[in-house]
């Protein structure tokens, strides 16, 4: 099993920056067996979308409504991934999950609890 914990979010006017992390612990076999890890949104009344994923080793893939405003990285030594969103609008208010993949697709993905991003214009 991963455990995987969130942190970063907040409040923050149009135009700002907020970085969210999303920290993974669990057992060492449990650790190596993710490939990828990224994040996702849901706003209310809206289906949960594709934020940002990237891969071990380094490959991002971006929801184009966030393509030039946030920026997905990953340190693979202390099983985090990071968020850097900069230009923010209010269509980015949402609950932010953080999510990891593992090599084998067949097995079930995981997700953090969700950190709240309210973008006030």
């Known amino acids: 099993q991963v455990q995987l914990v969130e942190s970063g979010g907040g409040l923050v006017q149009a135009g700002g920056s907020l970085r969210l992390s999303c920290a993974a612990s669990?057992?060492?076999?449990?650790?190596?067996?993710?490939?990828?890890m990224g994040w996702y949104r849901q706003a209310p009344g809206n289906q949960r979308e594709l934020v940002a994923t990237?891969?071990?080793?380094?490959?991002?893939n971006y929801a184009d409504s966030v393509k030039g405003r946030f920026t997905i990285s990953r340190d693979n030594a202390k099983n985090t991934v990071y968020l850097q969103m900069s230009s923010l609008k209010p269509e980015d208010t949402a609950v932010y999950y953080c999510?990891?993949?593992?090599?084998?697709?067949?097995?079930?993905?995981?997700w953090g609890q969700g950190t709240q991003v309210t973008v006030s214009s």
């Open positions: 999510n990891a993949r593992q090599y084998n697709s067949e097995r079930p993905a995981y």
């Open positions: 669990g057992s060492i076999v449990s650790i190596v067996s993710i490939n990828t």
């Open positions: 990237i891969t071990r080793k380094g490959i991002t």
